[in-house]
């Protein structure tokens, strides 16, 4: 098996990249960057490994970190519980694990298998089950493809753990695992259903740590040159500009758990004289130009500060911000119309019929 | 009712009487290293205007002493941090993502105990309160004097703070304490960054709390000394050496707060013209929108009221080069009236274009009358174009709003600007920060997240909250109002959790300021 180690500035590319890959949601990266560069400065390094060297039995954690973004800024996450969720799941399938790797590359959740990774020794798999931020369970690669959702693992930092052996559907899986981690405080590390290293490459979005990782890279070197750092992302990564404008108004509310809302913007540039209306679910879902639906999920629609082309996530979106709304391609399982069912717009409750930017385009 | 507003800048230390609403009196004398000898100098010149020392009701100064204290490393304490919080964030200890070199000066112990609060105020672990008193002997032992407390979601529930304060007052009488709840919001990094900024700043503020209690004496004058903080707000000099970081960025919000009184506008941009930058920002009510993002003060993250500022390399002082075409953000600074050619010396500097375009009269004029017109023209555009760009970048919406136009460099600011209703200018302009602190009110501010109660009856709450607090801090209760306040839904929280950001204003009671 061959692996990369990390170096500590692919770690800040990492963080950068999963910020923008977030969508708006899944959290600010920026803890677990501290983590890591603690860790770096201890020694401790983070093996990346190719999916394609799994073996097909080869067991692979799943890990997140469950919880109110809100939350995480006081109980600042540790990778403690991190380690621990990983060694609860070893204990109860009585067998180790070979790699760990991330449900959800969008967000704070992408450093957690590093952070597990620098503490144990345990490779990262180049890959996860998103390829972006969704709000749910069930909004993954591994259950599109129908993949057992139990058991799961969840401990906190009281070393309390908790073990869902069985769930009736992801639905129940998520309301059972959910009503735990609130009782913990609304802050707890996970271990998802373990995956076959067959099952990786297989039914896994591949390659997105290191997608990550080069969109962090193209930002920092636009950014170091001057350049625009979002035609730099859209450059590099096939994306498409949708609207440049400010933000005029933001509207929240928290419906089913969720913190759903609209911004509006009004355009700038080659957009003046246009508005653009933006909603979320946690993650951007869907965005309307001058009344009309143009960019919707799975498509990644990222928020990004015109002029640092960092992440604007859908907590941190203010008055006045100078944004550019753009488009990334979504992974393909995501396009299918069993991935539409599981993560299309029907699926955050919009009736529209998904149409990708990026078919328009073709 | 009569107020004296000091600001002492980095250049200058002005001064003005305000007499109720009208400015009497209003000197500009330059900053001395020292400080306190420039204060003092304002305050003899501002008097001798007067014709006497007249019954003055209050004294407010505005200082940006602290926030350069953090700047330039200097005048520091060691400081012991106490995290109270184990189990949970054990891994991203106090001091975390600091610079290094601050990290190195600030830090003098670091202690963390078990403790701390969940989001709904339930206790994490119960708090080590035997470990506390076997910190608080080290403490003791070690010589240091200021110490700083954070307690995981303290905001919500202080409880452990104060239990580690009472345990410090009994084992080490005599330390300076700091709070973090006292300080601040949700967020636990950047408000125990706050506590630990707060907590090395603790000595100085102390003696120079005194020197200016000094100055006001020499002077003669007998009235209540308050220090503006960075929200337009005061505190009584007696409780604000116990806060000092409560006054960092407090220069920009009173340049602000003065545009606003002296233009009788309340929602405004305001762009403040000095001689290096010029700062640009909104008034909503008469006060400063804040910044919502992260605020570094010296490199240190927190989570502070600043107000929301862009500031353009654009200034009086701005130096001009010809090709290719160039305005700052080089600048001569307050070396301008010796450098800037109208002024016999060689640089050329924004002020010098001005002045050749006639939209000025400054020095002498023929010095400048060798330069291209097509310069001239071409320069004015570049500037003109400067601020109209950042204007409408802070601008929170399309509507059109007044510009309200302060500082020196005023003259740089085109009449007319698209998206701007009307451009104001106001006498005592170049002063406006020193009225800005002689306005100052008292605040009260709650961030916290309510459960379980619809959303009115949490904004009320909040609001009653906040009134309290003004209260306390000297306000008169009758002319509290609500000056901002946001709501944010908290995703995957159970039972609709509201986090609830509400701020309220009031005038300072008149004579009810209970000491000085």
């Not at chain 2, 700091?178 to 960054?193: C, W």
């Not at chain 2, 006060?287 to 490199?299: I, K, Q, S």
């Not at chain 2, 904004?459 to 008169?476: C, M, P, S, V, Y």
């Amino acid at each position: 098996m061959t692996t990369t180690s990390l170096s500590a500035r692919q770690i800040e590319s990492l963080a950068l990249g999963a910020w923008i890959l977030g969508t708006g949601g899944g959290g600010s990266p920026y803890h677990g960057l501290l983590n890591l560069r603690r860790l770096y400065k201890e020694g401790a390094r983070v093996r990346l490994m190719d999916p394609a060297d799994l073996a097909d039995d080869a067991a692979v954690a799943v890990v997140s970190t469950m919880g109110a973004p809100l939350v995480m800024q006081e109980r600042v996450v540790d990778p403690g519980p991190m380690v621990e969720s990983i060694r609860a799941m070893e204990a109860y399938l009585g067998r180790p694990f070979d790699a760990v790797m991330a449900v959800e590359i969008g967000g704070s959740n992408a450093l957690q298998p590093c952070q597990i990774g620098a503490v144990t020794g345990l490779p990262v798999v180049d890959g996860d089950a998103m390829g972006r931020a969704f709000p749910e369970a069930q909004m993954t690669s591994f259950a599109i493809h129908d993949l057992p959702m139990a058991p799961l693992t969840l401990v906190d930092v009281r070393d309390n753990a908790v073990i869902v052996a069985r769930a009736a559907s992801w639905k129940w899986m998520e309301r059972l695992s959910r009503k735990a981690c609130v009782e913990v405080g609304s802050i707890a590390a996970t271990c998802k259903a373990p995956r076959t290293g067959r099952e990786v490459k297989e039914c896994g979005i591949l390659y997105t740590v290191s997608k990550a990782i080069r969109i962090g890279e193209t930002v920092q070197a636009a950014q170091a040159a001057h350049r625009d750092p979002i035609q730099a992302v859209i450059d590099g990564e096939g994306g498409r500009l949708i609207f440049r404008g400010k933000i005029r108004d933001v509207e929240r509310r928290t419906t089913e758990g969720f913190l759903r809302g609209t911004a509006t913007l009004d355009g700038l540039d080659g957009d003046r004289g246009r508005s653009f209306r933006l909603a979320f679910q946690n993650e951007f879902a869907v965005g309307w130009l001058d009344g009309r639906p143009v960019v919707m999920t799975p498509d990644l629609i990222c928020v990004m500060d015109a002029i640092s082309g960092e992440a604007i996530g859908t907590e941190t979106l203010r008055y006045g911000q100078r944004v550019a709304v753009v488009a990334l391609p979504a992974p393909p399982i995501l396009l299918t119309p069993k991935g539409l069912a599981h993560v299309g717009p029907r699926a955050f409750g919009y009736d529209l019929d998904f149409r990708s930017v990026f078919a328009e385009a073709r | 009712m009569n107020r004296i507003g000091i600001d002492v800048g980095g250049t200058n230390t002005d001064a003005v009487l305000l007499e109720d609403d009208r400015v009497q009196h209003a000197v500009k004398t330059p900053t001395t290293a020292d400080v306190m000898s420039g204060i003092r100098t304002a305050l003899a010149r501002l008097l001798r205007q007067a014709g006497g020392t007249p019954a003055v009701d209050a004294v407010m100064i505005g200082t940006t002493h602290f926030t350069n204290a953090v700047v330039q490393r200097r005048h520091l304490a060691k400081v012991a941090a106490v995290r109270i919080g184990l189990p949970a964030s054990a891994s991203l200890p106090p001091f975390i993502d600091w610079p290094e070199d601050l990290a190195d000066l600030v830090r003098g112990q670091v202690h963390m105990l078990e403790g701390g609060h969940e989001y709904d105020g339930r206790p994490i672990v119960p708090f080590d309160a035997a470990g506390m008193r076997e910190v608080a002997r080290r403490i003791r032992d070690s010589g240091i004097d200021s110490v700083a407390v954070a307690s995981v979601f303290s905001p919500l529930n202080g409880s452990c703070e104060l239990e580690a304060e009472t345990i410090l007052r009994e084992i080490c009488p005599g330390v300076a304490i700091t709070l973090s709840h006292r300080l601040g919001r949700l967020g636990l990094l950047e408000r125990e960054n706050v506590t630990l900024l707060n907590a090395c700043l603790r000595d100085l503020a102390r003696s120079t709390t005194r020197a200016f209690v000094d100055a006001l004496v020499a002077s003669g004058i007998r009235a209540p000394l308050y220090l503006t903080q960075n929200d337009g707000t005061v505190m009584l000099a007696s409780e604000a050496d116990a806060y000092p970081v409560y006054s960092f960025a407090s220069g920009p919000t009173n340049s602000m707060r003065g545009a606003a009184f002296l233009s009788k506008r309340e929602d405004a941009i305001v762009v403040d013209v000095g001689g290096t930058t010029s700062d640009i920002g909104s008034l909503r009510h008469g006060f400063p929108r804040d910044a919502n993002g992260v605020a570094e003060v010296g490199g240190v993250r927190t989570l502070f009221r600043m107000p929301d500022l862009l500031s353009l390399g654009l200034g009086g002082g701005s130096l001009v080069t010809e090709t290719p075409l160039a305005v700052g953000p080089r600048s001569v600074g307050y070396l301008l009236t010796e450098q800037g050619r109208v002024f016999g010396g060689d640089q050329l500097t924004a002020t010098d274009v001005a002045v050749a375009a006639n939209l000025v009269e400054l020095g002498d004029r023929r010095r400048v009358a060798t330069l291209s017109p097509a310069l001239v023209r071409a320069c004015v555009a570049r500037m003109h174009a400067m601020i109209e760009e950042g204007v409408d970048r802070m601008k929170a919406d399309a509507s059109p709003v007044p510009l309200i136009v302060v500082g020196g460099g005023s003259f740089l600011v085109p009449d007319q600007i698209p998206g701007i209703s009307e451009v104001v200018h106001v006498p005592h302009q170049a002063v406006a920060n020193a009225v800005g602190a002689a306005i100052a009110q008292v605040s009260g501010e709650v961030d916290q997240v309510f459960q379980d109660l619809s959303r009115d009856r949490a904004l009320a709450e909040a609001q009653r909250l906040a009134e309290a607090k003004a209260t306390r801090a000297g306000a008169d209760p009758t002319t509290l109002a609500v000056v901002e306040v946001e709501d944010l839904p908290l995703a995957y929280l159970p039972g609709n959790s509201l986090r609830v950001r509400l701020r309220v204003v009031g005038d300072i009671a008149r004579g009810g300021a209970p000491r000085s």
